[in-house]
């Protein structure tokens, strides 16, 4: 059972580089999410898709776009990178945006 | 003040000891309550989901909510080197708006 699956695992990137952040899920959820986990900050919301054709900006969106391709997919673009942007992203889905989560294992992203 | 106050430890406990890990939380608006589980490097896994007041039990995990103190905790029996982990809780207003605690660490020794 796959779950959740993100690509890369890994990246560095220079400042000013874009790059896509690529998630896809499995379960047949509606519900598509994109947090960023920093040390002492705990996951924070970066944009949502309740359910497919739709998309929501989260507490900290600047600098962040996102795309839900189809029901499985949502991608995660990063434009312009900056340092502040270094950190864990982790894509979650569920069935409605009413239910707990589950979670993809991230991408880890340092950025120069 | 955030909306969810977790320690962050770390907390270190001998293999068999019961765990207690807690959370509070400044809304009394919050209704919904998780906990995660975080292993290094990997992504947080759902251990318990509960609505209401009172315990609920999973195995050798037990959720509690105190709706009245604004206080969530999660216990764990028998401790197993296999625990160690960052410990994650989370909860929900009605809507979609989801708040996350930033983790205990735990360590079992064997």
């Known amino acids: 059972n796959a779950g959740v699956t993100q690509t890369p695992k890994f990246q560095v990137l220079k400042t000013g580089q874009s790059m896509t952040l690529q998630c896809a899920q499995d379960?047949?959820?509606?519900?598509m999410y994109w947090y960023r986990q920093d040390p002492g900050m705990g996951l924070r919301l970066i944009y949502y898709?309740?359910?497919?054709?739709?998309?929501d900006k989260g507490e900290v969106p600047n600098g962040y776009n996102v795309s839900r391709l189809n029901k499985r997919e949502f991608s995660l673009r990063l434009e312009s990178a900056a340092p502040s942007q270094t950190s864990v992203y982790f894509c979650?889905?569920?069935?409605?945006?009413?239910?707990?989560?589950?979670f993809g294992d991230g991408t880890r992203l340092s950025i120069l | 003040q955030k909306e969810v106050e977790q320690d962050p430890g770390p907390l270190s406990v001998p293999e068999g000891a019961i765990v207690s890990l807690n959370c509070t939380y400044s809304?009394?608006?919050?209704?919904?309550f998780m906990w995660y589980r975080q292993y290094s490097r990997k992504g947080p896994e759902l251990l318990m989901y509960?609505?209401?007041?009172g315990n609920k039990e999973d195995g050798r995990f037990t959720a509690q909510v105190d709706k009245s103190s604004k206080y969530i905790s999660l216990f764990i029996r028998d401790s197993q080197p296999s625990d160690s982990a960052t410990y994650l809780c989370?909860?929900?207003?009605?809507?979609?708006?989801?708040?996350f605690g930033t983790g205990t660490s735990l360590t079992v020794i064997p």
């Open positions: 979650a889905s569920s069935s409605r945006d009413d239910q707990p989560q589950h």
């Open positions: 379960m047949n959820h509606n519900s």
């Open positions: 898709s309740a359910s497919e054709g739709t998309t």
């Open positions: 809304n009394s608006a919050f209704q919904y």
């Open positions: 509960t609505y209401s007041s």
């Open positions: 989370a909860m929900r207003r009605t809507g979609n708006q989801f708040y």
